[in-house]
């Protein structure tokens, strides 16, 4: 993983473990990024609180000299009864410019999370100060309606018919199934230089072992600020 990662200055995580371990393994991942030749700081989150039986940390990580944390991350606890996994926020600076992450991961598509994805237009008129970049797993594709209201206002996704999950099997030399990883910016506050996806499974002898580590490709964007 540190080596998947160690070339990005700026790692969102989704799916650790909320009990015992969790945190654990994200410092362990931090200490190994560390031995790469740059200091990266990190931050877990507290377990998410909407779902009882979904409920897991996110967590960040951050190259020290590229980035200044400018705000303690924090999850919106204010609307537990709208995600099961309530987002989960941070304020970086970089320069003088600041910018917030967003980290989501919705309910699984059997669950519709469409019906979670639509409080997300709320936060850009909650906090009209704030630079938001969206992003996670929205176990959606970038073309549903639910993003309507997000494009509207001008933000757009990094990837466009990207499949970003692993199928259980590669078939015909196809191996992913789904476009459900996207960011979202606002192409007002950003310009995206380039993006695009870590096939790292192709470092591995065949899906399942692949799927020890991850059922999700990494996502990246490259962005500036204008």
């Known amino acids: 993983m540190a080596k998947t990662l ?11 473990v909320a009990g015992n371990g969790g945190a654990q393994a994200v410092a362990r991942l931090a200490d190994e990024l560390n031995r790469t030749g740059n ?30 944390l ?6 919106d606890t204010d609307c537990v009864e709208d995600f099961e996994r309530e987002p989960y926020f941070i304020t ?3 320069k003088t410019q600041l910018f917030t992450l967003v980290n989501i991961h919705a ?8 019906t979670e994805l ?14 938001f970049i969206f992003l996670g797993d929205f176990n959606l594709a970038q073309t549903h309606t639910v ?16 499949k970003t ?19 979202f910016l606002d192409t007002s506050e950003f310009e995206t230089i380039s993006s695009g996806v870590n096939p790292f499974y192709k470092s591995f002898p065949d899906l399942k072992s692949a799927r020890t580590i991850s059922d999700h490709i990494p996502v990246w964007v490259e962005f500036d600020f204008y």
């Open 147 to 162: 993003f309507n209201p997000l494009k509207s206002m001008g933000f757009m996704p990094a990837l466009v018919n990207q």
């Open 165 to 183: 999950s692993l199928k259980m099997r590669c078939k015909n030399n196809m191996c992913l199934a789904s476009e459900y990883d996207n960011l």
């Open 92 to 94: 970086f600076e970089y």
């Open 118 to 131: 639509k409080h997300l237009k709320l936060y850009p008129e909650l906090y009209p100060e704030r630079h």
């Open 70 to 75: 400018h705000q303690k991350p924090w999850l």
């Open 107 to 114: 309910v699984p598509k059997s669950k519709q999370p469409e």
């Open 6 to 16: 160690k070339n990005y200055d700026i790692v969102a995580i989704q799916e650790v």
């Open 39 to 68: 200091k990266w700081q990190y931050a877990v989150s507290d377990p998410t609180q909407g779902g009882i039986y979904s409920s897991e940390r996110y967590a960040y990580l951050w190259k020290d000299s590229k980035l200044k």
